[in-house]
């Protein structure tokens, strides 16, 4: 007998339904859920929230928006505003806000203000996934993306730029205000208030590039000792953020900066800065590891971006236990270097003695792993799961935040999975 089953989008239900029932067992947002609620210590973000004003009308529940704000990184959804419309349209996000509908301002507000505890859930969650045995310490890779700033390139202007337009803008001023003295005098009233607009845009506008030229000349200063070149720029938008090439492209970003264990693809250490190379980021990322995790790995893997004879002499030095492979250059893509034969000189240099070693079959087959190890971690936050491309904040302190924030719900993936994996083991067996 052939039929249609009738579908009403009006149809009424008997009872009252809960949002979960609509998610299967084991849906991530079941697993966001449970671990936020019994698992994650949010003691401080609910002392800060609750020492806020008390009068009005109440608020919304801070672990729901806890909730909420690291299910949508998650699933790829930053915006206050992506999440607002989730929790009216998709089942999972209900479930987690309890039928709730906070506002997207409210949702922007809270992780603006509570951005510094997000992001320090980036501890408890690498002390869950070491407690899990996610963690093996043998292979630690070290690398750098560029992340999108929230900032136009196009808001930049160079030091050249900005001296030339000082000038101008210098000039205009004074030919608007002798313009207006006219006006005063022929009693032009109209014509005067609107040569007061004209010179209120023009003195804002110096006002900003004088700014951004003093910021610069202040942050070469410090850095180099020295005048800006004419071609360097500062963005407008985000002052902190830089120039840097993304593929075949130059835009406005910061490097971040992540070590990864092996075994599970475990982020274990974190940073954000604002140098286009990762030459002087070797050392700290590994006193960050150590300092996260209580041990250093038994090897550390690094690429070309890292090396220089100092480093690789400091590294070696301070962390000596540590079997080091960081590449010393690139190779033409299917050239390969010949193994050493001989005995190691006795005063060869930290560059030689690292060139032999990656030559030899052992060196080629522990440093391929590299690729392997942090290059998809890179993909999964930027691509596959969390399509995290672009920060939401600016300034480098709150970009840093934001950045342990993502990396935090990496791992908590990785931790869903493997739970997940474990529960579907354990079923196969007991059948």
């Known amino acids: 007998?052939?039929?249609?089953?009738?579908?009403?989008?009006?149809?009424?239900?008997?009872?009252?339904?809960?949002?979960?029932?609509?998610?299967?067992?084991?849906?991530?947002?079941?697993?966001?859920?449970?671990?936020?609620?019994?698992?994650?210590?949010?003691?401080?973000?609910?002392?800060?929230?609750?020492?806020?004003?008390?009068?009005?009308?109440?608020?919304?529940?801070?672990?729901?928006?806890?909730?909420?704000?690291?299910?949508?990184?998650?699933?790829?959804?930053?915006?206050?505003?992506?999440?607002?419309?989730?929790?009216?349209?998709?089942?999972?996000?209900?479930?987690?806000?309890?039928?709730?509908?906070?506002?997207?301002?409210?949702?922007?507000?809270?992780?603006?203000?509570?951005?510094?505890?997000?992001?320090?859930?980036?501890?408890?969650?690498?002390?869950?996934?070491?407690?899990?045995?996610?963690?093996?310490?043998?292979?630690?890779?070290?690398?750098?993306?560029?992340?999108?700033?929230?900032?136009?390139?196009?808001?930049?202007?160079?030091?050249?730029?900005?001296?030339?337009?000082?000038?101008?803008?210098?000039?205009?001023?004074?030919?608007?205000?002798?313009?207006?003295?006219?006006?005063?005098?022929?009693?032009?009233?109209?014509?005067?208030?609107?040569?007061?607009?004209?010179?209120?845009?023009?003195?804002?506008?110096?006002?900003?590039?004088?700014?951004?030229?003093?910021?610069?000349?202040?942050?070469?200063r410090q850095e180099h000792d020295r005048k800006p070149y004419p071609k360097e720029q500062r963005n407008f938008t985000d002052p902190e953020s830089r120039i840097m090439k993304v593929g075949g492209d130059f835009e406005q970003c910061y490097n971040a900066q992540a070590a990864v264990d092996k075994k599970h693809q475990i982020i274990l250490a974190v940073s954000v800065c604002q140098q286009t190379n990762d030459k002087k980021l070797l050392e700290p990322a590994i006193g960050e590891v150590f300092e996260n995790v209580g041990l250093i790995p038994d090897r550390g893997l690094a690429d070309a971006g890292y090396f220089s004879e100092q480093v690789l002499q400091s590294v070696a030095k301070r962390f000596n236990t540590t079997e080091w492979f960081v590449a010393t250059g690139r190779l033409p893509h299917g050239r390969s270097t010949k193994a050493p034969r001989g005995r190691i000189p006795k005063n060869i240099s930290a560059t030689d003695r690292m060139k032999r070693l990656l030559s030899t079959k052992r060196g080629k087959s522990i440093y391929a792993q590299r690729k392997a190890v942090v290059e998809p971690v890179f993909g999964q936050i930027k691509e596959a799961n969390l399509q995290f491309r672009q920060f939401s904040f600016r300034g480098l302190t709150s970009v840093q935040h934001e950045w342990r924030l993502v990396c935090a719900v990496h791992n908590l993936l990785k931790i869903y999975r493997n739970r997940k994996r474990a529960v579907q083991t354990k079923r196969a067996l007991a059948a």
């Open 1 to 220: 007998m052939s039929g249609r089953l009738a579908s009403n989008a009006g149809q009424l239900m008997l009872v009252p339904s809960d949002p979960g029932f609509w998610l299967p067992e084991n849906h991530q947002a079941r697993f966001f859920n449970e671990i936020i609620e019994n698992e994650l210590d949010l003691s401080s973000i609910r002392k800060k929230f609750r020492k806020q004003e008390k009068r009005g009308r109440p608020g919304y529940d801070e672990v729901m928006l806890t909730k909420i704000i690291l299910y949508g990184y998650s699933v790829g959804l930053t915006s206050s505003r992506e999440i607002k419309r989730a929790c009216l349209e998709r089942i999972d996000f209900r479930y987690l806000s309890g039928n709730r509908h906070p506002d997207h301002r409210t949702v922007s507000t809270f992780r603006q203000k509570h951005l510094r505890e997000l992001a320090a859930l980036f501890e408890q969650v690498l002390s869950m996934a070491i407690d899990e045995e996610l963690v093996e310490m043998k292979d630690v890779a070290f690398d750098g993306t560029k992340v999108l700033a929230n900032a136009s390139k196009r808001k930049a202007m160079s030091y050249e730029h900005m001296c030339a337009k000082t000038k101008v803008f210098r000039r205009e001023i004074a030919d608007l205000k002798k313009e207006r003295r006219n006006a005063r005098k022929q009693k032009r009233k109209k014509k005067r208030q609107q040569l007061d607009g004209e010179i209120k845009f023009k003195k804002d506008r110096l006002k900003k590039i004088r700014k951004a030229k003093k910021g610069l000349e202040r942050h070469v």
